[in-house]
Structure formats: structure tokens, C-alpha cells
């Protein structure tokens, strides 16, 4: 499967932006889909995820109760919306599908299939 991320950009401190990733082809099963982080000079870090049915979602404490992860039916587009945004949410975010288990992994290495990311930008 292929994926399209796409709605970063630049935003003030508190404000809000939405992401999108768009799979495209054929993952052969089912596939949990998730959003990771990697900031200048720091390593990737999970963000979000979200199960194949869109019933089961993780989230990173640093994003809990700002960010949420959803899924279209037709289970081809994730969306991160991200609000009450900070300085420190800086960084460029990476969509990435994974077909292991059926829970959504936390943990990059379990995702075999990666965006090409999009940038983030939240000025103080």
C-alpha cells in the first residue's frame, strides 16, 4: 500500500491543523494505520494510531486529550486532527500502515509501509 500524507503547514501556538493520509493499492489484509513524529536533531516518536475498524485507537501521552485519529469508511484515509497546538508539537509527521496484529502498534518498527511526511510548523 502507498500513502499520501498532506495538510501540515504553519500555525500559532493554540491554533489547529488537520492531517490527512490517503492509501492507495493493495495491502493484501487488513492494516492498522498510523501518525509519527520526528523533530530536528530528535528521533521518530509514535503519535497516534488507529485499529482497521477505526474501534481501537493509541495515542502518545504528550497529544492525548489535543489530538484524535480517525478513519474514513471505506478505510483508505486516516486524518490527525491537532488542536490546542504547541511549539514543541514542531516537527515533520509520518503517516505509516501496518499489518501486524490487530490492535495498532506504538511502535514504528511493526509498520512496514510509510508516507512521505508532512511539515509541521507551530510558532510561539
Known amino acids: 500500500v502507498q500513502l499520501q500524507a498532506s495538510g501540515g503547514g504553519l500555525v500559532q501556538a493554540g491554533g489547529s491543523l488537520r492531517l490527512s493520509c490517503l492509501a492507495s493499492?493493495?495491502?493484501?489484509?487488513?492494516?492498522?494505520m498510523g501518525w509519527f513524529r520526528q523533530a530536528p536533531g530528535k528521533e521518530r516518536e509514535f503519535v497516534a494510531a488507529?485499529?482497521?475498524?477505526?474501534?481501537?485507537?493509541n495515542y502518545a501521552d504528550s497529544v492525548k486529550g489535543r489530538f484524535t485519529i480517525s478513519r474514513d469508511n471505506a478505510k483508505t484515509t486516516s486524518h490527525l486532527q491537532m488542536n490546542s497546538l504547541k511549539p514543541e508539537d514542531t516537527a515533520v509527521y509520518y503517516c505509516?500502515?501496518?499489518?501486524?496484529?490487530?490492535?495498532?502498534?506504538?511502535?514504528?518498527?511493526?509498520?512496514?509501509?510509510w508516507g512521505q511526511g508532512t511539515q509541521v510548523t507551530v510558532s510561539s
Open positions: 488507529i485499529s482497521w475498524s477505526a474501534g481501537i485507537t
Open positions: 505509516a500502515a501496518s499489518t501486524i496484529g490487530s490492535m495498532p502498534p506504538m511502535r514504528g518498527e511493526l509498520y512496514r509501509n
Open positions: 493499492g493493495r495491502a493484501g489484509s487488513r492494516y492498522s
